[in-house]
């Protein structure tokens, strides 16, 4: 069993940047893709980022194209999500996830951490 611990969530204005840790525990993730969704109020939890295991190819939703960047690293059982550029739009509650997959194209996710919540002021 994987638990993920998300942090770095906070208040921030339009144009702010944020990091956002995952730390896992468990299990090693290293094998296996990860990945962010996030969920706005009202709104169905999307897709954001994803990372294979070693952290040479992703995908990103094309709403944070440009301005969010994930990587991982291993040795730590940690994945991270740099988000620059902030717009209130990317207001939204961010969840970790893991997968059991090795395909980056993997819409399956086995595990979730709790979230942690991120507000853009204008």
């Known amino acids: 069993q994987v638990q993920l611990v998300e942090s770095g969530g906070g208040v921030v204005q339009a144009g702010g940047s944020l990091r956002l840790s995952c730390v896992a525990s468990?299990?090693?993730?290293?094998?296996?893709?990860m990945g962010w969704f996030r969920q706005a109020p009202g709104k169905e939890r999307e897709f954001v980022t994803g990372i294979n295991w070693s952290g040479d190819n992703t995908r990103y939703a094309d709403s944070v194209k440009g301005r969010f960047t994930i990587s991982r690293d291993n040795t730590k059982n940690t994945v991270y999500l740099q988000m620059s550029s902030l717009k209130p739009a990317d207001t939204a509650v961010y969840y970790c996830?893991?997968?059991?997959?090795?395909?980056?194209?993997?819409?399956?996710?086995?595990?979730w951490g709790q979230g942690t919540q991120v507000t853009v002021s204008s």
């Open positions: 996830a893991g997968t059991y997959r090795t395909e980056l194209t993997t819409t399956m996710y086995h595990y």
């Open positions: 468990g299990r090693t993730i290293s094998p296996y893709v």
